[in-house]
T-cell receptor, first 112, second 117 residues
Framework: DGGITQSPKYLFRKEGQNVTLSCEQNLNHDAMYWYRQDPGQGLRLIYYSQIVNDFQKGDIAEGYSVSREKKESFPLTVTSAQKNPTAFYLC???????????FGQGTRLTVV | AQKVTQAQTEISVVEKEDVTLDCVYETRDTTYYLFWYKQPPSGELVFLIRRNSFDEQNEISGRYSWNFQKSTSSFNFTITASQVVDSAVYFCALSEASGNYGQNFVFGPGTRLSVLP
């Protein structure tokens, strides 16, 4: 089955730690995205990538980093520089301007 | 720059009522795409519909219908005879065809729909 997989579903981070959220797709999509969603809020774009080895900052990139070494994979690292990382993180992929975005099931990150 | 507005932050209806979710967009492109997504409590966004800027036909799918009006830059979503399972957050999105399509993809703030039994 084609789709987009995020892992883990739940993640706990200690203060000062970096953590990496995984996002894999087997849809052969060029574009991939990371969004952050806080409780009761909408989606905020962290990073996006339209092609391998290239990615662009979104609206709230500070404290986050990404890589796109393979077309299928777009991992997000939440660094210790992100002061308030507790949130729900969604990864998506799409193909072309008319393509609908496919979303993963999300990762809920909590700082303990 | 492109923008999507969903003025209704939260809506509550009683089961079997009809409800319309509003979406107003802004774009300078002549070619663009509009989308609706549903986010149930589980969190994953589910794609509902896509409409391109050259197709103003309204669409009906079961209890769902969409009204696209370029003259008012609106793409409204109506649920007929709402059910409790329709309770979710609904997002409208816009994708412009020109330029960097990865960048030119924006979501509205969402409307939280609660359908009460």
């Amino acid at each position: 089955d084609g789709g987009i997989t995020q892992s883990p579903k739940y993640l706990f981070r200690k203060e000062g730690q970096n953590v990496t959220l995984s996002c894999e797709q087997n849809l052969n999509h060029d574009a991939m995205y990371w969004y952050r969603q806080d409780p009761g809020q909408g989606l905020r774009l962290i990073y996006y990538s339209q092609i391998v080895n290239d990615f662009q900052k979104g609206d709230i990139a500070e404290g986050y980093s990404v890589s796109r070494e393979k077309k299928e994979s777009f991992p997000l690292t939440v660094t210790s520089a992100q002061k308030n990382p507790t949130a729900f993180y969604l990864c998506a992929s799409r193909q072309g301007p008319g393509g609908e975005a496919f979303f993963g099931q999300g990762t809920r990150l909590t700082v303990v | 720059a492109q923008k999507v507005t969903q003025a209704q932050t939260e809506i509550s209806v009683v089961e079997k009522e009809d409800v319309t979710l509003d979406c107003v967009y802004e774009t300078r492109d002549t070619t663009y795409y509009l989308f609706w997504y549903k986010q149930p409590p589980s969190g994953e966004l589910v794609f509902l519909i896509r409409r391109n800027s050259f197709d103003e036909q309204n669409e009906i799918s079961g209890r769902y219908s969409w009204n696209f009006q370029k003259s008012t830059s609106s793409f409204n979503f109506t649920i007929t005879a709402s059910q409790v399972v329709d309770s979710a957050v609904y997002f409208c999105a816009l994708s412009e065809a020109s330029g960097n399509y990865g960048q030119n993809f924006v979501f509205g703030p969402g409307t939280r729909l609660s359908v009460l039994p």
